[in-house]
Structure formats: C-alpha cells, structure tokens
C-alpha cells in the first residue's frame, strides 16, 4: 500500500530544510528590543525561583 504524502516536497523542504540566508537566519531567530523587555519583564530573579521548591 503506498503511504499518503500529506506534504508535498516543497512544503517538507519548506519546513524542515534549515535557512542558509544570513539576513533570513538573523530575522527569524534573533529576539527583537520588544522582545527582550517581555522577557525582562516577566522573568523572575532566581531567589523567587528558588522559594518555590
């Protein structure tokens, strides 16, 4: 029986194939200013952290 191929190959390629572009590669995995300050924001110190356990 042959398998379905739910994607085709350009979507899997699309997918699963890493980026070789720097300016593709800095966009999409670089944390924007924006970015930065949620997670200052909504980080805890590690003493709070520590107090939970």
Known sequence: MKKHEILSPQARAA???P???PAAIIRH???S???LAL???RRRDDASAANIF
Do not use: K
């Open 15 to 17: 997918l699963f194939n």
């Open 19 to 21: 980026l070789n572009d």
């Open 29 to 31: 995995y670089t944390l």
């Open 33 to 35: 200013p924006d970015d």
């Open 39 to 41: 997670i200052r924001r």
